[in-house]
């Protein structure tokens, strides 16, 4: 009797899991919606208008098949495109590590016991909070976010010796740190959140077994942070593309406006885009991601004798359960 209570209040056990599930995506089924409507939808459909030249007349929008043209004139025969292309590429190189070191270090310091550090973390995340994307891009137009010009500076002027696009991605860099610094209010929050949630039993074995503190910060801290950082990562590498910091940003902007020809044009400009932040994106799994060894599992014969007769019992008992309901 006790045992058939017991698998009883297993079947309900799983019952319930069940309904919880279907809850859940019951309450997650308008966002559901609405993200495939607005956003999986058009997504696709610039991948349809990349391919033709779209037209806007009296009658409404025209399409004409152009088949590759439009990126043959995105990369070959536009004069702006693929320059700013390349400043792009450059501009995530050098920001991306930037943001996600700096940030590091500063969620380390912040993560200490030192006085007023909920000042500090108050400081360092205020300008996410007071500077909206628009009043960025004012700053950004006025030279608001610029630093002295470095471009005199003797390491500068030996690196434009041997790389000049390395050394204008640097002093792009340097000239512009604040951004850099703006763009860590985030992550900095992300950074404390995983430092906080390791386990400080750790540091204490690792002191105790004669660790030095840059061991401990290379051996255990990066180690289980690295699925945090890589957070950071793909969040920075989107994030530079949604200011006027991204070259790409106006180009594509202007050509959505052109009625006459331009919004397949603008497709294929956002499809290029969009394989390169992808590509990066790919990038930051390779370096952060964590690999996790799959673990194919054999049954044997008796084993799986006795998981068909555990499955056979719990359909008798699910059976059993239904016919007492009814």
Same mark, same amino acid.
């Given at each position: 009797?006790?045992?058939?209570?017991?698998?009883?209040?297993?079947?309900?056990?799983?019952?319930?899991?069940?309904?919880?599930?279907?809850?859940?995506?019951?309450?997650?089924?308008?966002?559901?919606?609405?993200?495939?409507?607005?956003?999986?939808?058009?997504?696709?459909?610039?991948?349809?208008?990349?391919?033709?030249?779209?037209?806007?007349?009296?009658?409404?929008?025209?399409?004409?098949?152009?088949?590759?043209?439009?990126?043959?004139?995105?990369?070959?025969?536009?004069?702006?495109?693929?320059?700013?292309?390349?400043?792009?590429?450059?501009?995530?190189?050098?920001?991306?590590?930037?943001?996600?070191?700096?940030?590091?270090?500063?969620?380390?310091?912040?993560?200490?016991?030192?006085?007023?550090? *909920?000042?500090?973390?108050? @400081?360092?995340? %205020?300008? +996410?909070?007071?500077?909206? !994307?628009?009043?960025?891009?004012? #700053?950004?137009?006025?030279?608001?976010?610029?630093?002295?010009?470095?471009?005199?500076?003797?390491?500068?002027?030996?690196?434009?010796?041997?790389?000049?696009?390395?050394?204008?991605?640097?002093?792009?860099?340097?000239?512009?740190?604040?951004?850099?610094?703006?763009?860590?209010?985030?992550?900095?929050?992300?950074?404390?959140?995983?430092?906080?949630?390791?386990?400080?039993?750790?540091?204490?074995?690792?002191?105790?077994?004669?660790?030095?503190?840059?061991?401990?910060?290379?051996?255990?801290?990066?180690?289980?942070?690295?699925?945090?950082?890589?957070?950071?990562?793909?969040?920075?590498?989107?994030?530079?593309?949604?200011?006027?910091?991204?070259?790409?940003?106006?180009?594509?902007?202007?050509?959505?406006?052109?009625?006459?020809?331009?919004?397949?044009?603008? *497709?294929?400009?956002?499809? @290029?885009?969009? %394989?390169? +932040?992808?590509?990066?994106? !790919?990038?930051?799994?390779?370096? #952060?991601?964590?690999?996790?060894?799959?673990?194919?599992?054999?049954?044997?014969?008796?084993?799986?004798?006795?998981?068909?007769?555990?499955?056979?019992?719990?359909?008798?008992?699910?059976?059993?359960?239904?016919?007492?309901?009814?």
């Amino acid at each position: 009797m006790a045992k058939k209570m017991r698998d009883k209040d297993i079947l309900k056990a799983i019952q319930r899991k069940s309904h919880q599930n279907k809850q859940a995506y019951l309450f997650l089924l308008p966002w559901l919606i609405g993200f495939i409507i607005f956003t999986i939808g058009p997504f696709f459909y610039t991948v349809y208008l990349s391919f033709y030249e779209v037209e806007s007349t009296g009658l409404g929008w025209v399409t004409t098949f152009v088949g590759m043209d439009n990126y043959f004139m995105a990369l070959f025969r536009n004069l702006y495109y693929l320059p700013a292309l390349i400043d792009f590429i450059v501009l995530e190189i050098t920001y991306v590590p930037a943001v996600v070191i700096a940030s590091f270090i500063i969620g380390i310091l912040l993560n200490r016991d030192i006085k007023f550090r *909920s000042g500090f973390r108050t @400081i360092f995340f %205020l300008p +996410v909070i007071v500077l909206s !994307g628009s009043v960025m891009d004012k #700053l950004i137009e006025t030279g608001g976010t610029r630093l002295s010009d470095f471009s005199e500076n003797i390491i500068f002027q030996m690196l434009m010796n041997y790389n000049r696009s390395a050394a204008r991605g640097l002093l792009n860099l340097f000239e512009n740190f604040t951004m850099v610094l703006w763009f860590t209010g985030i992550p900095v929050i992300l950074f404390i959140n995983g430092l906080q949630k390791i386990n400080t039993q750790l540091y204490e074995a690792a002191k105790i077994d004669g660790a030095t503190t840059w061991q401990i910060l290379w051996k255990i801290t990066v180690p289980i942070i690295k699925p945090t950082a890589l957070i950071v990562a793909i969040f920075t590498i989107v994030q530079i593309g949604m200011y006027s910091i991204n070259p790409i940003y106006e180009i594509i902007k202007a050509a959505m406006y052109n009625f006459g020809a331009g919004l397949g044009l603008a *497709s294929a400009y956002t499809w @290029i885009y969009t %394989l390169v +932040v992808l590509f990066f994106v !790919g990038i930051a799994l390779l370096l #952060l991601g964590t690999k996790e060894k799959a673990e194919t599992v054999k049954l044997s014969s008796i084993q799986r004798l006795n998981f068909e007769q555990i499955k056979a019992k719990r359909d008798s008992v699910s059976k059993e359960v239904n016919n007492e309901s009814n």
